[in-house]
Structure formats: structure tokens, C-alpha cells
């Protein structure tokens, strides 16, 4: 959104300065970008008085400009000027103010124009300009150190920046800790997991004159979209191989860069193919998908990572009946081609104070691999090659082969559900038990065996979302009563593990009676 600027002065004697003033910030090709122009001259004759017309538009602007020359101009019945309850508004309201000053005295000025000027002090005003001519280029600069002011107009990477508005409170000191904790687990973080947050914040360098950087925002805000309103990620499922709707299935995470691609991530899992094996060589059955979830993840937390935050874009996770599609409105840095990333090369975040917190957690390298691995798990899996392309943004495509999943884990054994394909019918999950199982909870019958931990359940299936897990797979298995607590009656307890009930044995045999199908 542009800024508005209101410019006030007599009009008598700043007609032609006000008049190319606007037509400058309007024609400058960097200025147009960020700045609209207000005068009241252009405002059509209203039956409002003026001097509520203008203290409006005063309240409405985003940065404050005043010409004060030599008149003082119309005096109201208390003998104040209009130009005067502008400046008092606008100082009253805290905008940005940038004042400069006609000639090099004071001396032939209005009386009560001189005490204006004495009023608005040596530090406010910018320039005393003894000609039109100077004014343009003293706006420039004043307009140019606005945006630096602001953040507006940046010098180093957006992730860098401090975040417009925001506070060391829309920050979870939580998410701050558990991050500690998982880093230093991962990669050794040298700060343990009771570190102040503060502290954690100045070693990954996620505060900006001890503001929250839009990075710190991302990754550990409390509502990242509150501040980001694009950091979203649609995802939708289609039956077909074309975009049509209605859609059948489609849903928008909000949430850290965590968590975004986590749900994303679980949503295309709990959409595509899964086969259980046999336990012939293990306690617990081989399980695998039709994709290799590690490219899946690769290609989500790409997105995030890389993309640009600038725009109004959000990052897409379209999966169709023949391939998965990951759009990022973003773009390749200069160093790198579309042929390089089929090859090893160097890493070139786009947003680097983003991508240290995800390399600290494991969800990215930094080697400039992820590209090269995704091509090398989909030649291992049997797929084709991820194609990348450039459109209007960064696309990652991953061809399906629905047949993969059941062909890693090999044909059935007598007895035991092997092979087993899960359907691929996942209604939204409502809460409501239906008559139809839906494929998230046939996924969890046919993974669990014996007694599990919630934990061990979702990490055979692959999935890290802990929340959209208990949501989409593990309630609606209890509340349909094919699965059960081990200790009903401490839901809670940290040795709470789950079992099939008979009903969900008698599942577990009708999907295996029927090829896969309950």
C-alpha cells in the first residue's frame, strides 16, 4: 500500500509549488511506487466545511509535508490559519512530518507564521529554501530517508528488516524454546533450551534495533499473518489433471514457516497413495507412499524458504490425479539457471535469516542439495524427474505413479495386511463419525500394530504436524471406535499409548478381504 502524503501551505502562495510537487512524486519512477499525493484543491466542492475536509484527509495521511513561507493565510475566529491546525493535528497524531521553511530569515514573515516556523523547531524542519528550484531535490532525499525510516525501501534482505508494527509480545516465547531444543538436538545449538528468548532472538540475529525482524515473525510469531498477510499456503486436491472446480478438497494453513510446512506437507500425504508390507523382517510393517515424502517436504520447504514475502502471492500445493505441482511467487537468484539446479551448486537463500532456523531444525541443507536429492529419490522410487520451471513464479513438479507405493513393500502375505493400497477418498475431517471411513483413518488402522505411542503412529506415517495429525487421523479413529486409549481415563499421560479395538480389527481384515478398500 502506498503512502499518503498530504501536502499543507497557503494556497495562494504555494499554488504552482504544491501543483508540481504532486506531479513529480507521481511521475518519479521509485517515488510512484510508494508514495500518493493529496491536495485539497482537487477535492470537488461538498457541502462539508473545509476545515473538517482537511483535518480528515490530515488523520488519513501517512506522512505530513508543510511549505511555510511569508502569509500566514485565513485566520478561523480563534485567529488560527488552516496551514497552523494542520501542523497541531498532525504533531498531535505523531505522522511523519518533513517542514521546510521559505528564505534564509524570518524577519518579513507574518508574525503568527514566524512563531509557526519557531514552533516546529530546527530539528523538524529539513531545508531553508531561497528557490522553487531547490525543493524538488530537498523532497527527493527527505521522501528517500522517509523509506529508510519506515523500511519501506530496503538495502539488505527482506527478512532482515524489522517488521512494521511489531513487538518482542507477538513473539511466542515457546516456539522460541522448543526451537532451541530441537536445533540443539539437530545441530548442536549452543544455546540450551531454557535460554532466554531475547538471547536466542540476538544469536540467529532475528532482532533489528531490538525489533522483531519479518523473519522472527515467520518462524515465531504468535499470528505471522496478522503482520504477513500472503505467508499463507493453499492447498488443494483435485481428481483430474486440470484445474476445475468445484474443488474438491482445499484448505488454507496460516501458522510459523513450521507449521506451514508441516500442514502442507500432511496434506498431500494424507491425499496420495499408501501401502503397508509385511512384518516377514521387522516388529513393524514396511510402510511407503507413492512419493517419497522427503521430496514432497523438499519441495514444500522450498517454496517457503525461497520465496518472495513482498508481494501478494502465497506459496500453492496443487496435487492432481497425475503429478503434484509447488508454486512460489518467487524467482531464481542471477548465480543460478534452471539447468544448474539439475546439478550440484551453491546455496543462495533468498531470505537467509529464514533459512538458518531451518537448517538448524533439519528441514532444509544449505549445501545447494535439495534440488539434486529430490532427483535422485524420484530416479531410487522409479518416478520421473522433478521438473523446474520459471512462469509467473518458481513450479516444482513431481509426477505420480500410484502403483510405486504397493510395489516397494512387495505383494501380501498370508494373514497379515501387505500391500494394501489406501484409498484415495479423504473428505475433510469434521469431527462427525460417518458411515464411511475415511482414507486418514484407514491409515492409521493399517500402520498401528500392537500398542503405540501417538508419537511412533505419526512418525510411521510420515507425517510432523502434530496438531492436523490428532485432528485429521488419531480423533476421528477414537471417535469412530476403531482405535482405543490404553488409559482411557488419563488422556493426557505421558504413557499414553493406542490400540486397534475389535472394531478396528474387523476393519484391518475388511480392508485386506478387499484389496485395500474398506
Aim: charged share 25%.
Amino acid at each position: 500500500m502506498r503512502q499518503r502524503i498530504f501536502i499543507s501551505s497557503v494556497q495562494k502562495e504555494f499554488a504552482t509549488e504544491r501543483q508540481v510537487l504532486k506531479a513529480y512524486v507521481l511521475g518519479d519512477a521509485l517515488l510512484r511506487r510508494f508514495f500518493d499525493v493529496f491536495l485539497f484543491e482537487d477535492i470537488p466542492a461538498t457541502d462539508r466545511r473545509a476545515d473538517a475536509v482537511y483535518l480528515e484527509e490530515v488523520r488519513r495521511c501517512d506522512i505530513y509535508l508543510a511549505l511555510l513561507g511569508d502569509q500566514y493565510g485565513y485566520e478561523d475566529e480563534n485567529g488560527i490559519s488552516p496551514t497552523h491546525r494542520e501542523f497541531n493535528e498532525a504533531t498531535k497524531l505523531g505522522k511523519h512530518r518533513i517542514v521546510f521553511a521559505k528564505g534564509d530569515t524570518d524577519a518579513d514573515k507574518h508574525p503568527k507564521m514566524r512563531a509557526l516556523i519557531a514552533s516546529a523547531g530546527a530539528q523538524l524542519i529539513r531545508r531553508r529554501l531561497t528557490t522553487p528550484a531547490e525543493l524538488i531535490p530537498a523532497l527527493y532525499a527527505s521522501l528517500v530517508d522517509c523509506l529508510a525510516v519506515k523500511e519501506l525501501l530496503r538495502f539488505g534482505p527482506f527478512d532482515a528488516a524489522a517488521c512494521p508494527d511489531a513487538t518482542i509480545d507477538d513473539l511466542s516465547a515457546e516456539k522460541i524454546r522448543r526451537f532451541a531444543g530441537i536445533a540443539r538436538r539437530a545441530r548442536g545449538f549452543p544455546l540450551p533450551e531454557d535460554t532466554a528468548p531475547e538471547q536466542v532472538l540476538e544469536a540467529l540475529h532475528l532482532l533489528n534495533k531490538r525489533r522483531p525482524t519479518h523473519a522472527a515473525i515467520l518462524l515465531f510469531g504468535n499470528a505471522p499473518q496478522r503482520f504477513l498477510i500472503s505467508s499463507e499456503i493453499k492447498c488443494a486436491h483435485f481428481h483430474g489433471t486440470e484445474v476445475r472446480k468445484p474443488i474438491p478438497f482445499y484448505q488454507v494453513y496460516k501458522g510459523t514457516a513450521f507449521d506451514l510446512v508441516d500442514q502442507a506437507v500432511d496434506f498431500v500425504l494424507s491425499k496420495i497413495n499408501l501401502a503397508v508390507g509385511t512384518r516377514e523382517h521387522a516388529t513393524q510393517a514396511p510402510v511407503a507412499y507413492e512419493m517419497p515424502p522427503e521430496v514432497v517436504r523438499e519441495a514444500i520447504v522450498n517454496a517457503v524458504a525461497h520465496r518472495d514475502y513482498t508481494g501478494n502471492g502465497s506459496v500453492q500445493v496443487m496435487l492432481f490425479s497425475d503429478r503434484l505441482e509447488v508454486w512460489n511467487p518467487g524467482t531464481l537468484p542471477p548465480s543460478l539457471t534452471l539447468e544448474k539446479l539439475r546439478h550440484p551448486h551453491g546455496s543462495v537463500p533468498g531470505n537467509p535469516l529464514l533459512a538458518e532456523p531451518l537448517y538448524l531444525t533439519k528441514y532444509i541443507e544449505r549445501m545447494g542439495t535439495g534440488t539434486g536429492d529430490m532427483i535422485q529419490r524420484c530416479r531410487h522410487a522409479g518416478l520421473a524427474e522433478p521438473e523446474f520451471t520459471l512462469t509467473d513464479g518458481f513450479v516444482i513438479t513431481i509426477r505420480r505413479k500410484p502403483s510405486r507405493a504397493f510395489e516397494a513393500v512387495g505383494g501380501q502375505a498370508a494373514g497379515e495386511v501387505a500391500g494394501q493400497v489406501a484409498k484415495e477418498r479423504t473428505p475433510p475431517v469434521t469431527g462427525e463419525v460417518t458411515g464411511e471411513v475415511t482414507g486418514e483413518v484407514e491409515r492409521v488402522v493399517l500402520v498401528l500394530q500392537g500398542e503405540m505411542k501417538r508419537s511412533a503412529i505419526q512418525a510411521v506415517l510420515g507425517l510432523r504436524h502434530e496438531d492436523y495429525f490428532r485432528e485429521a487421523y488419531l480423533v476421528p479413529a477414537l471417535e469412530a471406535g476403531y482405535v482405543e486409549m490404553t488409559i482411557p481415563d488419563k488422556p493426557k499421560s505421558s504413557r499414553q499409548k493406542y490400540r486397534l479395538t475389535a472394531k478396528g480389527k474387523a476393519l484391518l481384515a475388511t480392508i485386506a478381504q478387499n484389496g485395500g478398500q474398506a
